[in-house]
């Protein structure tokens, strides 16, 4: 079953402008990860949070989790053409390794 | 991170017949992972493979559908079987390598389409 749930689905911008995405879960988690991936192909980790944490920067990406709404949100600044990519968020929890992947977010960075 | 040699990265089938794809990880780990995401979805796991043990089994997957061997801790088969247009889909290993943290790698993908 589906933990997080990405909003907006999908998400067109223009090269320059900052891109947000947001990805609820339901149950505690002991981390958030983000992912990307291009054109159905592998994923790319692209941050971990961990769930005492509340904020994460790594170059252009800056991700924030709140805990006490069960969300978290990525937010890639200055975009790229490059950056066009399907991204989705996943939690591990309990005594678990597995992830439970969100529905994902498309995002088309127009140049 | 681990690197997974993951193949065949694709392949079109005839319904009816099966699919082995394999996982190829460069060091040792105890637990590998297997999704599936289905055109234009999310993952969605499938199960997870021990060495040593039977895969276990999210809800929804059975192992006569998906067999799965873990013949060491470096290796890993998932196996469509009796396949159907609906198994077209992108399926993928994953492993955690992290000892104090998690560290996900996963492998390209196969990308399988059933004719």
């Known amino acids: 079953s589906q933990q997080g749930e990405e909003d907006p689905q999908a998400l067109s911008i223009q090269e320059g402008e900052n891109a947000t995405m947001n990805c609820s879960y339901k149950?505690?988690?002991?981390?958030l990860q983000w992912y990307r991936q291009n054109s159905g192909r592998g994923l790319v980790h692209l941050i971990l949070i961990r769930s005492n944490e509340r904020e994460k920067h790594s170059g252009r990406l800056r991700v924030t989790l709140d805990t006490s709404k069960k969300s978290s949100s990525l937010l890639i600044t200055a975009s790229r053409a490059a950056d066009t990519a399907s991204y989705f968020c996943a939690t591990d929890s309990g005594g678990s390794e597995k992830l439970v992947f969100g529905k994902g977010t498309k995002l088309t960075v127009n140049p | 991170s681990a690197v997974i040699s993951q193949k065949p990265s694709r392949d079109i089938c005839q319904r009816g017949t099966s699919l082995t794809i394999q996982c190829q990880v460069d060091?040792?780990?105890?637990?590998m992972f297997w999704y599936r995401q289905q055109p234009g979805q999310s993952l969605t796991l499938i199960a997870t493979a021990n060495q040593g043990s039977e895969a276990t089994y999210e809800s929804g997957f059975v192992i006569d559908k998906f067999p799965i061997s873990r013949p060491n801790l470096t290796f890993s088969t998932l196996t469509v079987s009796n396949m159907s247009p609906e198994d077209s889909s992108i399926y993928l290993c994953?492993?955690?390598?992290?000892?104090?943290?998690?560290?996900?790698?996963f492998g390209s993908g196969t990308r399988l389409t059933v004719v």
């Open positions: 060091s040792q780990v105890t637990m």
């Open positions: 149950t505690s988690i002991n981390n």
């Open positions: 994953s492993v955690d390598r992290g000892r104090t943290t998690v560290d996900y790698t």
